[in-house]
């Protein structure tokens, strides 16, 4: 190893270069950031690229009241360029603020936060108090400190703090602004949307709009809200999605990075699989990107397994598609590995997003949910898009299995169990043939595990039956083994033996000779004995017969 370890979530540049964990270096991102001459930059990332890392580490090269900083980037790619460069590092005083605790239940308990976070934040300014301002300046300066500021404070806060600097310091102030649409988001999902939007419109115009004591400010956040909804006082404004070349390669793990990874990790036998389960992310035209966080995860548990998905809340995403009927059938092609035409709009309007099939693909593939594989008419907005890679597919199947489970099994299920058990046997299959097409839809079972897969939907849905029946699977009666067994807990009521029978093309020209198949089995292998020797008289014996989405039952 050549480092000590990797710094899971360690997102603060500082620690981990003093504590020597793991680094891709990603120093160039200065550069890149230097460069650029807009005023206002926003760059949007999904969820755990990066971002907060990389914004941290623009604040102790800028930051004139970090000491010894220099260190920290001894060795790194940003110190071998030109004096153009170099001479940025501590050049400005620096303003650091995250949102990503003031995503609140409501619009109170939202204010609440900002006012504790303006308060650590004019804390660790306190140094200001010292030099000269005026007096009503002081007075609100105190009243921050103290969490006791008005609405009318906070949101004139970011624009005062930047002008007491400047002064003190005799220097432009670099701002540096993380995860800006958590609050945004979260708004939406608890209902107080409007009222956030409100808010920030205003705190953002104060800051922004003709505030001549910023040098720049670097903003960053997973979705890319509409600039007229908050930003629409910045001057300068430059935003940076997903399909911009710029910054590119400064967020995510390029393929190239990726090679010295698994080289420095001796992980070259999990090579391709790593590859299938955490790469396939593009930005802009850099391709082949991998998932950091994943990877570290990875790294460090040497199993491959879902780890991103589970990072936080996919709150926004499961509302939109658990409300969205349109993008279901094309959710369900996605799962089946192919790529979808669809119009992308990156500048996302939350409000009804559920309702707007352009913002909900923008936001899925600014988030991290998909990836262009195609341009097909940029002027119009329309790419083919496909799922990166095997992780985020395992989260849509989950999605859209909750989906139907709480939508079509949780209306329908009391309904289709209470068939079953009175024998209401041609409402049940009517039934059971809709679910089956509803829930299929979307999965791809494959010829070697369909048999099991379509046991397993039918056991799920009989757990409904636990209450006045014991349901039994795959045990031995008379000489065999059935697939399940419905014994009820009243030996009065009806019991039940049911056999899967997956079509077999070779063997079986229709889906009756199946039938026919399956029939014969339960009868040679004497599966209903077990009932009869334990005085159950009142015994259905149903088969089941699958070819694809198609199901016929027959009962005897």
């Not at 341009?375 to 909750?402: H, R």
Request: charged share 30%; hydrophobic share 40%.
């Amino acid at each position: 190893m050549i480092s000590n370890g990797i710094g899971i979530g360690e997102s603060d540049f500082k620690s981990l270069r003093i504590k020597n964990y793991y680094y891709i270096d990603k120093t160039m991102y200065i550069k890149d950031i230097i460069d650029n001459s807009s005023k206002v930059i926003l760059v949007t990332r999904p969820r755990r690229f990066g971002k907060t890392l990389n914004i941290s580490m623009l604040k102790y090269y800028f930051d004139c009241r970090q000491k010894d900083n220099r260190k920290l980037f001894n060795g790194l790619k940003i110190m071998e360029q030109e004096e153009k460069y170099t001479s940025k590092l501590g050049a400005y005083p620096v303003i650091y603020l995250t949102l990503k605790d003031a995503g609140l239940m409501t619009y109170e308990m939202m204010i609440m936060q900002l006012k504790t976070i303006m308060m650590e934040l004019f804390y660790e300014h306190k140094e200001l108090l010292e030099g000269e301002m005026s007096e009503g300046e002081r007075t609100i300066f105190n009243k921050i400190l103290s969490a006791n500021a008005t609405d009318v404070d906070l949101l004139n806060s970011l624009k005062m703090l930047s002008k007491i600097m400047y002064q003190y310091y005799d220097k432009p102030v670099m701002l540096l602004l993380d995860e800006y649409d958590v609050p945004l988001q979260n708004a939406y999902v608890e209902g107080y949307y409007d009222e956030a939007v409100k808010f920030f419109k205003t705190f953002y115009g104060v800051t922004f709009k003709d505030n001549a004591y910023l040098e720049k400010t670097v903003i960053t956040g997973v979705s890319r809200v509409a600039k007229e909804s908050i930003f629409s006082g910045a001057n300068n404004f430059k935003v940076y999605t997903v399909l911009d070349n710029e910054f590119a390669d400064d967020f995510g793990i390029t393929e190239q990075e990726m090679d010295k990874v698994i080289e420095d990790f001796e992980v070259q036998d999990d090579k391709e699989e790593i590859k299938r389960w955490y790469d396939g992310y593009k930005i802009g035209e850099v391709e082949g990107i991998y998932n950091p966080w994943s990877i570290l995860n990875y790294l460090t548990d040497r199993k491959l397994m879902p780890y991103w998905v589970n990072t936080s809340s996919n709150d926004l995403i499961k509302l939109i598609l658990k409300n969205s009927e349109t993008v279901k059938e094309k959710i369900e092609r996605l799962l089946k590995d192919e790529a979808i035409e669809v119009k992308i709009d990156l500048e996302t309007v939350i409000v009804g997003i559920e309702n707007n099939e352009d913002n909900i693909w923008g936001l899925m593939l600014g988030t991290g949910y998909l990836k262009v594989v195609e341009t097909v008419n940029i002027a119009e907005g329309i790419y083919k898009v496909k799922l990166p890679n095997y992780e985020i597919k395992l989260l849509f199947s989950q999605i859209i299995d909750d989906w139907f489970r709480n939508k079509v099994i949780g209306n329908d299920l009391k309904s289709i169990l209470k068939d079953l058990v009175t024998l209401n046997l041609k409402e049940y299959e009517k039934k059971f043939k809709i679910l089956v097409r509803e829930m299929f839809s979307y999965m791809d079972v494959g010829e070697n595990t369909a048999e099991n897969f379509y046991h397993a939907f039918v056991l799920g849905m009989l757990v409904g039956l636990k209450d006045s029946y014991y349901v039994n699977s795959n045990r031995e009666s008379g000489i065999g083994r059935y697939d399940i067994m419905l014994e009820p807990k009243d030996k009065n009521a009806n019991s039940f033996i049911m056999e899967f029978k997956v079509m077999e093309d070779m063997e079986e020209k229709t889906i009756e000779e199946t039938i026919e198949n399956a029939k014969k089995q339960i009868e040679e292998k004497g599966y209903e004995q077990n009932l009869k020797e334990r005085g159950f008289k009142n015994i259905t014996k149903m088969v089941y017969a699958f070819k694809g989405k198609e199901v016929k039952m027959e009962v005897y």
